[in-house]
Each structure stands twice: as structure tokens, then as C-alpha cells.
């Protein structure tokens, strides 16, 4: 069906931007989470301890992507609503046992794969909803959508820093149980308007039945060569991105001390990545077709030069300049995720073109801050972690150049095309048809003549 581009879809949209909010609210502040990890379960003898404990809000993050494909089937095959329900559970679950460990390892575990997972199955249904109810107005809904987690990361990292020091860590943990909560009860505003896979079956045969193998994992997007470029592309350009948000804080710790108010670095990233979400979710609206990609490619420019700046910035100012341009950019390169995937592979196959995005991502995601780390324990500073963090978004904005380029080729392969076999068939019966008509009738003629 049409999208009705409004009515019920705003209620839905509200809800698709607290999910947005609460998942990457929290995953975006794991800096000052950080901090407090190392404070709590630190050592002064551990000549490894930034390492192990990079790797609990990386895992994190990584894992979000990671199960992203596995997210896109359930989601085709059960529905949106289901998904991001159950997965808003499973968050809650590992987020609050989170807050009863104490030691690092299990936070592996809780915060790494649980909590993590739970937000992957309810973070993806609420991009793909959004395409039940916007055509026209998809790049500017998904603009106040990803805004959802500016606002959080601007107002998240004070408001985990004053329970932090009032109610420790463990406390803390447990307030943010509110927010997968609430996003418990938000997934049940996914009203779906295109069948799933289940209902599908079960409407044709009264009892549900799987669909066939090909169908539940639609590996047909891979053949589309600018999907391609794209889906390798993006994870190309991630190594680094990851690495500010988890390591920023306690560079500034080391190169400030305590003088200087470090959260203001996540506001304003928070503030200008909603900012730029806004503004060119709706710039992408009126970019044709997979020109859009051209905004991506700014946007992995602009926030590779600002990581490899990061340990240039000798005085506090400095570097909030450079937050406030690598939010900005990172806003971009979020909002309009969802608007080139439907323009590459179409609305169909929209869901799986995602989930096998996103997955790609978890892999560079979740290396690059724990190779900071390393880097960090064995230098004793993050100089030479933040000037090679800046070096993968170059080339992965370089590698997306070509595919608008790419796209235009095959839309035009695809036109230029011969007719299948059965078409093909047809014509060639049409015309022995006419061609037997026309022997046939002067022969009449002859025949009433005589």
C-alpha cells in the first residue's frame, strides 16, 4: 500500500526516535561510563587496564551491528512490533544485571552481548517501520528520528556524572533500566502496514510455515554492485569512528587533568549531530537518486580530519571546535543510512540490505577503540591512536565516490536489456499468427473466385 505520510506514522515516529535516543544515548556517553569502569575496577598494578575495559563498551557497540542480519530476518519474518518488543526486553534484562557485577569480566557478558543484542533487536524495526509510513518525506523523518540520540547524548553524560558521584555506578546502571523500559512500551506502537512472512503463510495456509531458505535470508542484494561497494565501503570507513566516543574523555583527563569540564566535549557533539541530522536529512530529499552517497562522502572527509586534529588541540577551546564539526558531520553520515538503502535496492529488499550493513559495521566498530587502547597502555598517550583513527574514514569516503557513478551504469545495463526467453517466445508466436492470417486469406480469395 501507499505510505500515508503522517496519521498514525507520527505516533510512530516518536517512538522510533526515544528508541533511537535510549540506545545510542547510551552506547554515545560510554566515555563517562568508561572513566568510572577504570575508577571501579582498576588497579594501579593492571599495565593493561584501558585495554580490558575499552572492551566492554565496544563489544557493546560492536554487537548492535553485529546481530543486525539476524535482526532484518526475524524482523521480515515476524514483523517490527514483535521484534522491538522482545528486544527491548532482553535489554532491560542485561542492563539491569549489569548492575549487580563486581568485577570487569561478566560486564563482557550483561552490558557487552546481552544489553547489546536487546538493543539491536529494537533499534532495527524502528528504521524500517518508518518506510510503512513515509515515501516523500522518509530523509526528514529519518533526520528527527536520529535526532533522537543527539538529544540523549547532549543531556545523558551530565546526568550520568551527578548519579554517578551521588549513587555510584551500579545505581546509575539501574535509573537507565527507565529508559529500556519505556522503549519496552514504545515498540508496541509498530503498527505494521505491509504483511510479514508469517502472516503471509498463515493467511495462504491457515498454519505458518516457514518460507524457504532464499527467501528468509535474501542474499539477492549482494548482486547489486553499488549495494556492494556500499556494504564494504561503510566498514571500510569505520575503524576509527568509534574511537572518540569511548577514548575523548580520558584523553582529556591526560592532557587537562581535572581543570577542565570534559562532558561539554559530548555535548556538543550531541548538539550538532542532531543539528546536522535535521538539516541534511532534508537536504537528501531533494538530492536525486544515489547522489545522496555524495553527503556520505563529505561527511567521512570531515570526520577524519577531525580525529586526526585531536591531539593537535594544545588548549580546551580548540577541541571543542573540533567536537562541534565532527558532530555535525557524524549526523550526516547517520541520517541518511535508511534513504540510500531504499534508493540502491528498493523498499523490498530494504530490511536485509540493513541488517547486512549494519553487520559489516560491528566488525571495524568493535576493534578500533580497543586497538586505542593498546596503543594507549604501550605509548602512554592516544596521540598515534587518534591520527590513525582518522586515516580509514578517508579511504571509505574515497571508495563511496564511485558508486553513484556505478548505480547510473546499471539503471542504464538494465534498461538497455533484451526481453526474457518467454517474452520472446510470445512475439515470435504473434508473428508466425500474422504471418499464417496473411498467406491464408488470399488463398480464400481464390478459392470464392472460382
Known sequence: PEPPEGGWGWVVMLAAMWCNGAVFGIQNSCGVLFVSMLRLFGSSEDKQLVFKTAWVSSLSMGMVFFCSPIVSIFTDLFGCRKVAVIGAAVGFVGLLSSSFVSTIEPLYFTYGILFACGCSFAYQPSLVILGHYFKKRLGLVNGIVTAGSSL?????????????????????????????????????????????????????????????????????????????????????ALFGYFVPYVHLMNHVKDRFGDSVPEEVLLLCLGITSG???????????????AKKIYLQVASFFFIGLMSMMIPLCNVFGALVAVCLFMGLFDGCFICIMAPIAFELVGAQDVSQAIGFLLGLM?????????????????????????????????????????????????????????????????????????????????VKELDSGF
Open 152 to 236: 540523549f547524548t547532549v543531556s545523558l553524560p551530565f546526568l550520568l556524572r551527578v548519579l554517578i558521584d551521588s549513587v555510584d555506578l551500579y545505581n546509575t546502571l539501574r535509573v537507565l533500566c527507565i529508559l529500556m523500559f519505556v522503549l519496552f512500551l514504545a515498540g508496541f506502537t509498530y503498527k505494521p502496514l505491509i504483511p510479514n512472512a508469517k502472516d503471509k503463510e498463515g493467511g495462504k495456509k491457515g498454519k505458518f510455515k516457514l518460507p524457504p531458505a532464499k527467501k528468509i535470508c535474501n542474499f539477492s542484494v549482494f548482486k547489486v554492485l553499488s549495494y556492494r561497494i556500499w556494504a564494504f565501503g561503510i566498514p571500510a
Open 275 to 289: 543539528v546536522g541530522r535535521l538539516i541534511f536529512g532534508r537536504v537528501a530529499d531533494y538530492i536525486p537518486g
Open 362 to 442: 560491528s566488525v571495524p566498530m568493535t576493534v578500533g577503540p580497543p586497538i586505542a587502547g593498546l596503543l594507549r597502555d604501550k605509548l602512554g598517550t592516544y596521540d598515534v591512536a587518534f591520527y590513525l583513527a582518522g586515516v580509514p574514514p578517508l579511504i571509505g569516503g574515497a571508495i563511496l565516490c564511485f558508486i553513484p557513478w556505478v548505480h547510473e551504469r546499471q539503471k542504464l545495463k538494465e534498461r538497455a536489456k533484451p526481453v526474457d526467453g518467454e517474452t520472446t517466445e510470445k512475439m515470435l508466436e504473434n508473428e508466425s499468427t500474422l504471418v499464417s492470417d496473411t498467406t491464408e486469406k488470399p
